[in-house]
């Protein structure tokens, strides 16, 4: 009736096995280390900059106690804070000999202390959020009225070339702020200019005015439109600097929106401000440009010569110089993918780039206009533009068009990520940053951990004296829910606040209500005189309804937190869900696997250890028994 089948048990052991080893790097804390990323888009963190970094280690009299190198960055760990400053100093002379361009960020950093077979298991700790591992945050102001004006010259440029393309002659366009001002010799003109841009460019209203023999046409932005465009401008933002700050490996970064026009950027772990703000500096803008190739621009390239009026020197990454006219001809906002893959008639690699409508038809005028000339791909970061690729124009292009040839399959992954990481729609600059230090944080680590620990004791206590030995299969049950809990948040990387920690604590309040059910059910079966082995049958059966409906109810609360929540809400309300699952499967599951395993065997069981059950006597009055 009360004994499990083996392979129950063998669930048992596997779950209890996976969720002590995902638990366990949690316990071993956080030691200082050095991060080394890259500070440029075109540069890579690898195997042969960890030879640069051991190197200049050793050269300074710093031995680190592991290396690791994923996701794009490099991290030394060290035994002590001295050792890691010293590690630090060292490591930025070796790799970044000129402040002024650096083409790496070297920072303070913390990292697991777990033992090298954990993290060969993939079982890495949680992530702890900024109050509770310290960081940096910034609130950044995104310049709305910039991402206008860019938009109003983007509306210049387009209507330049419509009032070509449709032979409306003797037009003047320019822009005066965030208004578009067009002169016409004549009024017919003025008429079919203006019916044009109510046809094609709807997001401009227009008025006309009459000076002298000239005939003026004045487009504005209108509102709607205006508050479109900043809400792009905000996301798009927001986008770019989750692909940057991704890149350099912090752990969890919080990057999300906050007012109309203001971005919130925290960054758990990073204890450097001035390198918190080059990671947020690694913005790029992409560019496209036709490279000159005239007999001047040619002798500047090759023998560098003086540089042409009207073009400018910029360098590829082998050192190579590339002359490349001013004029932009599109830039990173008119690329909307960039994909890897390999040609299938020369089966070399490549990179399919998309562009929107408008860079679709400026590349297909340019490339009409200039057929079998080079055109430049710029990408610029704090102002420095380097040139990722030159290659001439072999067709016809549009919104579709390839990047091939003298390309291997690395360089065109490389080439691919750079064009899609995009650019800033709107500059932003830092209205406020606050540094929490690790001290700060590990003192309320300690707090929660003492909250939780104190809260777990006092329901240990009270479970063991008021349900004998049932209550102590109760708290070793509560003590898998909460291991359990930490593995799962462990395994998912989830990032661990202080609201998690009220959570986690909440959750052991509410696990132990299972078993609270299950015992009292079983008291009273034993009460109504059924017999132990029938009772403790009965009591999981029968108590495992009114589990189950209490728990969905308050799981469908915490999914609505999770659904409708933001910020340290949504904290909560992940532990709170995954704390009610796992509680499920200890309080039920588990907490019965340990009283068939103890009680099961025991044909004959007169009694058992459940505290003090009260039966009714028939004359009214009740009798305790002790079982």
Same mark, same amino acid.
């Given at each position: 009736?009360?004994?499990?089948?083996?392979?129950?048990?063998?669930?048992?052991?596997?779950?209890?096995?996976?969720?002590?080893?995902?638990?366990?790097?949690?316990?071993?804390?956080?030691?200082?280390?050095?991060?080394?990323?890259?500070?440029?888009?075109?540069?890579?963190?690898?195997?042969?900059?960890?030879?640069?970094?051991?190197?200049?280690?050793?050269?300074?009299?710093?031995?680190?106690?592991?290396?690791?190198?994923?996701?794009?960055?490099?991290?030394?760990?060290?035994?002590?804070?001295?050792?890691?400053?010293?590690? %630090?100093?060292?490591?930025?002379?070796?790799?970044?000999?000129?402040?002024?361009?650096?083409?790496?960020?070297?920072?303070?950093?913390?990292?697991?202390?777990?033992?090298?077979?954990?993290?060969?298991?993939?079982?890495?700790?949680?992530?702890?959020?900024?109050?509770?591992?310290?960081?940096?945050?910034?609130?950044?102001?995104?310049?709305?009225?910039?991402?206008?004006?860019?938009?109003?010259?983007?509306?210049?440029?387009?209507?330049?070339?419509?009032? %070509?393309?449709?032979?409306?002659?003797?037009?003047?366009?320019?822009?005066?702020?965030?208004?578009?001002?067009?002169?016409?010799?004549?009024?017919?003109?003025?008429?079919?200019?203006?019916?044009?841009?109510?046809?094609?460019?709807?997001?401009?209203?227009?008025?006309?005015?009459?000076?002298?023999?000239?005939?003026?046409?004045?487009?504005?932005?209108?509102?709607?439109?205006?508050?479109?465009?900043?809400?792009?401008?905000?996301?798009?933002?927001?986008?770019?600097?989750?692909? %940057?700050?991704?890149?350099?490996?912090?752990?969890?970064?919080?990057?999300?929106?906050?007012?109309?026009?203001?971005?919130?950027?925290?960054?758990?772990?990073?204890?450097?401000?001035?390198?918190?703000?080059?990671?947020?500096?690694?913005?790029?803008?992409?560019?496209?440009?036709?490279?000159?190739?005239?007999?001047?621009?040619?002798?500047?390239?090759?023998?560098?010569?003086?540089?042409?009026?009207?073009?400018?020197?910029?360098?590829?990454?082998?050192?190579?110089?590339?002359?490349?006219?001013?004029?932009?001809?599109?830039?990173?906002?008119?690329?909307?993918?960039?994909?890897?893959?390999?040609?299938?008639?020369?089966?070399?690699?490549?990179?399919?780039?998309?562009?929107?409508?408008?860079?679709?038809?400026?590349?297909?005028?340019?490339?009409?206009?200039?057929?079998?000339?080079?055109?430049?791909?710029?990408?610029?970061?704090?102002?420095?533009?380097?040139?990722?690729?030159?290659?001439?124009?072999?067709?016809?292009?549009?919104?579709?068009?390839?990047?091939?040839?003298?390309?291997?399959?690395?360089?065109?992954?490389?080439?691919?990520?750079?064009?899609?990481?995009?650019?800033?729609?709107?500059?932003?600059?830092?209205?406020?940053?606050?540094?929490?230090?690790?001290?700060?944080?590990?003192?309320?680590?300690?707090?929660?951990?003492?909250?939780?620990?104190?809260?777990?004791?006092?329901?240990?206590?009270?479970?063991?004296?008021?349900?004998?030995?049932?209550?102590?299969?109760?708290?070793?049950?509560?003590?898998?829910?909460?291991?359990?809990?930490?593995?799962?948040?462990?395994?998912?990387?989830?990032?661990?606040?202080?609201?998690?920690?009220?959570?986690?604590?909440?959750?052991?309040?509410?696990?132990?209500?299972?078993?609270?059910?299950?015992?009292?059910?079983?008291?009273?079966?034993?009460?109504?005189?059924?017999?132990?082995?029938?009772?403790?049958?009965?009591?999981?059966?029968?108590?495992?309804?009114?589990?189950?409906?209490?728990?969905?109810?308050?799981?469908?609360?915490?999914?609505?937190?999770?659904?409708?929540?933001?910020?340290?809400?949504?904290?909560?309300?992940?532990?709170?869900?995954?704390?009610?699952?796992?509680?499920?499967?200890?309080?039920?599951?588990?907490?019965?696997?340990?009283?068939?395993?103890?009680?099961?065997?025991?044909?004959?069981?007169?009694?058992?250890?459940?505290?003090?059950?009260? %039966?009714?006597?028939?004359?009214?009055?009740?009798?305790?028994?002790?079982?």
């Amino acid at each position: 009736m009360n004994r499990y089948p083996v392979w129950k048990y063998a669930i048992i052991v596997i779950v209890l096995l996976v969720g002590l080893i995902y638990s366990l790097p949690n316990f071993f804390g956080e030691a200082p280390a050095v991060q080394v990323s890259a500070a440029k888009s075109t540069v890579k963190v690898e195997a042969a900059t960890q030879g640069r970094v051991e190197e200049a280690l050793k050269t300074a009299g710093v031995k680190p106690d592991l290396f690791t190198l994923e996701g794009g960055s490099l991290r030394a760990r060290f035994a002590t804070a001295d050792e890691q400053i010293k590690a %630090r100093d060292a490591v930025q002379r070796a790799l970044v000999p000129d402040p002024a361009d650096p083409s790496y960020v070297v920072a303070l950093n913390l990292v697991s202390r777990s033992p090298a077979w954990l993290t060969a298991l993939h079982a890495f700790p949680m992530y702890l959020g900024l109050d509770l591992r310290g960081g940096v945050d910034f609130l950044l102001q995104v310049d709305m009225k910039g991402a206008i004006d860019k938009k109003a010259e983007s509306f210049a440029g387009d209507l330049r070339t419509t009032f %070509r393309d449709k032979g409306i002659r003797g037009t003047s366009v320019n822009r005066n702020g965030q208004t578009i001002e067009v002169s016409f010799r004549d009024a017919a003109a003025l008429q079919t200019a203006k019916q044009l841009i109510q046809d094609q460019f709807q997001d401009l209203t227009t008025t006309d005015s009459q000076d002298g023999n000239l005939w003026r046409l004045t487009a504005t932005i209108k509102p709607e439109a205006a508050r479109r465009l900043q809400d792009a401008a905000l996301k798009q933002n927001i986008t770019t600097l989750h692909n %940057r700050i991704n890149e350099l490996g912090v752990a969890e970064p919080v990057i999300q929106q906050q007012g109309l026009d203001r971005i919130v950027v925290q960054l758990p772990g990073v204890q450097d401000t001035a390198k918190a703000k080059d990671i947020l500096g690694r913005t790029a803008t992409l560019e496209m440009r036709l490279v000159d190739e005239s007999a001047e621009g040619r002798a500047a390239e090759l023998s560098g010569g003086p540089v042409p009026f009207g073009s400018e020197k910029f360098f590829e990454r082998n050192g190579r110089a590339v002359i490349v006219k001013k004029q932009v001809l599109v830039t990173g906002e008119n690329l909307t993918d960039a994909q890897p893959g390999f040609d299938q008639q020369s089966n070399q690699p490549k990179v399919d780039l998309t562009m929107d409508a408008k860079g679709g038809r400026i590349m297909r005028d340019v490339s009409r206009e200039n057929f079998k000339k080079r055109m430049a791909m710029l990408i610029f970061e704090k102002g420095k533009g380097e040139v990722l690729t030159a290659p001439s124009i072999n067709g016809e292009l549009g919104n579709r068009f390839q990047i091939s040839g003298s390309m291997n399959v690395v360089e065109a992954n490389d080439l691919a990520l750079l064009l899609r990481a995009g650019s800033l729609a709107a500059p932003m600059e830092i209205i406020q940053e606050r540094t929490i230090g690790p001290s700060l944080g590990a003192d309320n680590i300690e707090k929660g951990f003492k909250s939780v620990m104190y809260g777990f004791l006092a329901i240990m206590v009270f479970m063991c004296a008021y349900y004998a030995l049932f209550g102590l299969f109760s708290s070793i049950a509560l003590a898998v829910n909460l291991m359990l809990l930490v593995a799962i948040l462990s395994m998912l990387q989830a990032t661990l606040t202080l609201p998690g920690i009220a959570a986690m604590a909440l959750a052991i309040g509410v696990a132990i209500d299972s078993n609270v059910l299950i015992n009292e059910r079983v008291r009273e079966e034993l009460r109504n005189g059924a017999s132990p082995q029938a009772a403790i049958h009965a009591g999981y059966d029968r108590a495992w309804g009114t589990i189950l409906d209490s728990n969905v109810t308050t799981l469908i609360a915490g999914i609505a937190l999770l659904a409708f929540g933001s910020g340290p809400i949504r904290g909560f309300a992940v532990v709170h869900c995954i704390g009610i699952v796992t509680s499920m499967f200890s309080a039920v599951f588990f907490s019965r696997g340990l009283v068939n395993f103890w009680y099961g065997q025991k044909k004959k069981l007169k009694t058992v250890s459940i505290g003090t059950v009260w %039966r009714p006597k028939t004359d009214g009055t009740a009798v305790a028994e002790g079982k």
